[in-house]
């Protein structure tokens, strides 16, 4: 199977009016469509259960994106039981036919990559460039794993030949397998999280985030679109607690992918390592837990392209990022000029509904989001001073009852403060005072997490410094801390980050692989 080269979908120009029409028209389209329900799916069957959840629109949270059927525990083990059934089959499909798949879903989303990206703009508020930067990820994803499985499945891996022997190692799949995506990035992780599994030769049960479960739903119809079989994908929206426990305890369930908070993520890791009555495998984990990430300036800095990557990384899609910056630290030399350079960018941000082409930053994704970040900002008021985020609200957001927040960050923060470490996922900055670049390194090192972190300096000797000692998954130099590409910067993290899974990266199908080695004697 010959295949053009990998390269990376293109992002949307907004700033030609064919594509700005092209959006708009789909947000009309979408908008009809608000409200509809949406089934538990599984081996192709439609289950509507009488518990139900209200995906809202953060801006506007009167307003319902969709119905979506909650799984019952009988559900959940029917679905892995399902996909535990369907992977005698889809094992010994061809990888040139599971590549396929992968390509034809790929297409099946250049085709409808607005009407992708506005079902985003509704359900978790993602701004015109945010979302589609979303879909381009998701298209990515399909095209560089079918490409990789290709590589790696396709004809075993050399070895060193032995006279008298013929010997192969080859990656075979694991089994059936459970999918828990976030819902920050509702079709570019979920994406990630079905089809390398599914390429690979594995069958999956994907359980959606319950703030974003219409995108799932839209992903599981694309691949039904595409040809996936029944019951190679299971699609089984729920609550973590009803459905999610049972799903990863489950003695079938051979592998969990997550993305998620840490608090969640070391709860499944724990609850994997259990060994359940009649399980024959150590189930395999990979775990993706998000960050506290800092952006270090030294005194040779441009200061200039430092405050807009940093005002990118921190408030892009409202803060709501594992690899946000969450992290300003300056030397001391260029604190006060640098700060005021973040400071008047800030407040030029649009805040608003994300209908609205103009706008920067939407709300946060619903009202548990919105209180927890509410209470570091109190916080911040207690551990450092603010310098921007006060201004009221307008009357138009006030009264659209969208959880809408500030781009906020407070100054002089303490290195071992409660917002230099912990994580927030929201809009709000801390911004630390450094003595001199070695100090700025330790501080920017010492957290719990090491998902990504960035230096600006024009310093050939402290780039290498950071090279060797900036203990994170991705570091960026003279550029922002977001924005990882599939197959450029392969993604993930150290320590509480999670398990440095490197998803978009040439080694992430084998995470869903197991290796058998076969020698055959002539």
Not at 109 to 138: G, I, N, P
Not at 285 to 311: F, N, P, Q, R, S
Not at 348 to 362: E, Q, S, T, Y
Not at 460 to 484: M, P, Q, S, W
């Amino acid at each position: 199977m010959n295949l053009p080269e990998y390269r990376n979908e293109p992002f949307g120009d907004f700033s030609s009016s064919e594509r700005r029409e092209a959006m708009q028209r789909a947000l009309r389209s979408v908008g009809d469509q608000l409200g509809a329900d949406y089934p538990v799916v599984i081996h192709g069957e439609r289950f509507h259960t009488s518990a139900t959840m209200v995906s809202r629109s953060p801006a506007e949270p009167s307003r319902a994106v969709g119905h979506v059927s909650k799984a019952t525990p009988e559900l959940a083990v029917r679905a892995i039981e399902t996909a535990h059934a369907a992977f005698t089959h889809w094992r010994r499909e061809p990888v040139e036919q599971r590549a396929r798949l992968l390509l034809r879903a790929a297409a099946i989303m250049r085709r409808r990559k607005e009407e992708l990206a506005a079902w985003m703009v509704y359900e978790v508020s993602k701004s015109w460039a945010e979302a589609d930067a979303d879909v381009a990820e998701a298209i990515d994803f399909c095209e560089y794993y079918a490409r990789q499985a290709l590589r790696l499945q396709g004809s075993g891996q050399p070895l060193t030949p032995w006279p008298g022997e013929v010997n192969s190692l080859h990656y075979i799949p694991l089994g059936a397998g459970v999918a828990i995506p976030p819902w920050n990035f509702p079709l570019a992780i979920a994406t990630n999280l079905v089809v390398a599994p599914l390429v690979a030769g594995n069958t999956v049960v994907l359980k959606p985030a319950s703030s974003a479960p219409v995108i799932a739903a839209k992903l599981f119809a694309i691949l039904e679109e595409a040809g996936l079989p029944p019951g190679v994908v299971n699609y089984l929206p729920g609550s973590g607690s009803a459905v999610g426990d049972l799903l990863i305890d489950h003695p079938l369930t051979r592998f969990i992918g997550f993305t998620g908070s840490k608090e969640v993520g070391l709860r499944i890791n724990e609850r994997a390592s259990v060994r359940q009555p009649g399980q024959l495998w150590i189930k395999r984990a990979v775990l993706e837990m998000g960050g506290k990430d800092g952006i270090v300036v030294d005194e040779t800095a441009d200061l200039d392209a430092a405050a807009a990557g940093i005002v990118a990384a921190a408030f892009g899609f409202q803060g709501q990022k594992c690899s946000a910056c969450s992290r300003v630290i300056i030397v001391e030399r260029v604190y006060d000029a640098l700060l005021q350079r973040i400071v008047t960018l800030t407040q030029a941000i649009k805040l608003g509904n994300p209908v609205d082409p103009d706008r920067f930053m939407g709300a946060v994704v619903d009202q548990d989001a919105f209180e927890k970040i509410r209470s570091y900002v109190t916080i911040g008021h207690q551990e450092g001073r603010l310098v921007a985020g006060e201004e009221p609200l307008g009357q138009d957001l006030l009264d659209s009852g969208g959880y809408f927040i500030r781009p906020t960050i407070f100054a002089d923060i303490a290195p071992d403060a409660r917002l230099a470490q912990e994580e927030i996922f929201g809009p709000v900055l801390a911004v630390i005072k450094a003595r001199d670049f070695d100090d700025a390194l330790a501080i920017a090192n010492n957290t719990e997490y090491g998902l990504t972190g960035a230096l600006f300096s024009n310093d050939l000797g402290r780039i290498a410094r950071a090279y060797e000692d900036f203990h994170v998954g991705n570091l960026y130099i003279n550029r922002k801390c977001t924005g990882a590409l599939v197959g450029v910067q392969p993604f993930g993290g150290f320590n509480m980050s999670g398990t440095d899974s490197k998803a978009g990266g040439p080694d992430y199908l084998t995470l869903f692989t197991q290796v058998k080695v076969i020698s055959e004697r002539l």
